[in-house]
């Protein structure tokens, strides 16, 4: 005869955090490390990539260290095409190498790849360690501030990983500065996606200020209001949909508006279009689509198509 008992590990998570949004905020970072934001953390390993690590990665190292902390830095390739298991894997024995445990916490500095695989890293590693993101481009502050969606990606998919919530987000909006104007692009592919989605008050806020953020010819003029503003509203937009449905069962798939296509030929180019670019491409796809099935009018499908040209 069999028996059987239930295991009662019933609990109450609370993944709640902050997000901070302004610019030069290591001082910011630091005072909350200080101030016991971390608890536990004996050790912090820096992860970022090649093109972060001199602008942000290094000075951050030296200013943890000459505070007091005991950190590390580790830097990937920069791009898409990095964002892989084996990439992890690497990062991963780099952190075992230099001894790094269930005490430590991670802090990811970049944009959105950086964001992704460092997230992926912390939610896994010693089953688990905090996390903390410093976004430093239009991306990671559109699409990796809010909803701790972490992974990498495969030869047959993309962005396969696991849920995991920083315990706060940076979005330094001086780093916005130092990014070439096709990286920013990117950015304002996703912020547009927030828009079409969600907000046709603020798709009109975008078609009225581009030209205060960025020319047509690409010259970047990053007005500081409307950079504020885009900060603001993508996180009040995403996290609107986060808080209703954090783990992805329903609702939070709205927020792959322009992704099927999009991450088809951003995979199919070999990772040579930045996912902003793909994902342009693919939100003209479904407003396409969308117009041919009668639900928004030809009208509504140019204006989208003209605002991500």
């Known amino acids: 005869m069999s028996k059987s008992f239930e295991v009662a590990l019933q609990k109450v998570v609370d993944h709640s955090y902050s997000i901070e949004i302004g610019e030069h905020l290591f001082s910011s970072?630091?005072?909350?490390?200080?101030q016991g934001l971390i608890e536990g953390a004996s050790k912090y390993a820096i992860i970022t990539d090649s093109t972060v690590e001199p602008l942000y990665g290094r000075p951050l190292l030296e200013l943890l260290r000459r505070e007091g902390f005991q950190a590390d830095l580790f830097s990937f390739p920069a791009g898409e095409s990095s964002k892989t298991r084996e990439t992890k894997a690497l990062l991963e024995d780099q952190l075992l190498s230099h001894a790094y445990g269930r005490d430590c916490c991670i802090i990811a500095v970049g944009g959105g790849a950086v964001t992704d695989l460092a997230g992926f890293v912390a939610g896994t590693f010693g089953r688990g360690?905090?996390?903390?993101?410093?976004?430093?481009?239009?991306?990671?502050?559109?699409?990796?501030s809010v909803g701790g969606k972490t992974g990498v990606n495969t030869p047959v998919a993309t962005n396969g990983g696991v849920f995991h919530q920083p315990r706060?987000?940076?979005?330094?909006?001086?780093?916005?500065?130092?990014l070439p104007a096709r990286e920013f692009r990117s950015g304002l592919a996703e912020t547009i996606k927030h828009a079409c989605m969600s907000d046709e008050q603020f798709f009109s806020y975008l078609e009225a200020n581009?030209?205060?953020?960025?020319?047509?010819?690409?010259?970047?003029i990053l007005d500081a209001g409307v950079c504020e503003q885009l900060a603001l509203t993508n996180c009040r937009?995403?996290?609107?949909?986060?808080?209703?449905?954090?783990?992805?069962?329903?609702?939070?798939?709205?927020?792959?508006?322009?992704?099927?296509?999009?991450?088809?030929?951003e995979a199919?180019?070999?990772?040579?279009?930045l996912h902003g670019e793909a994902i342009a491409v693919g939100l003209v796809y479904h407003a396409r689509l969308g117009a041919k099935y009668g639900y928004m009018t030809e009208e509504e499908a140019d204006r989208v198509a003209a605002l991500l040209k």
């Open 29 to 34: 970072l630091i005072r909350d490390l200080q």
């Open 168 to 178: 706060k987000v940076y979005i330094d909006l001086a780093a916005w500065r130092t």
């Open 210 to 220: 581009m030209d205060r953020i960025i020319t047509e010819e690409g010259e970047l």
């Open 268 to 273: 199919l180019s070999g990772y040579q279009l």
């Open 129 to 144: 360690v905090p996390s903390l993101n410093y976004a430093t481009t239009l991306l990671a502050a559109a699409d990796a």
């Open 237 to 265: 937009i995403k996290y609107a949909v986060v808080e209703q449905d954090e783990h992805e069962h329903n609702l939070r798939q709205i927020l792959n508006l322009g992704h099927t296509a999009g991450r088809a030929l």
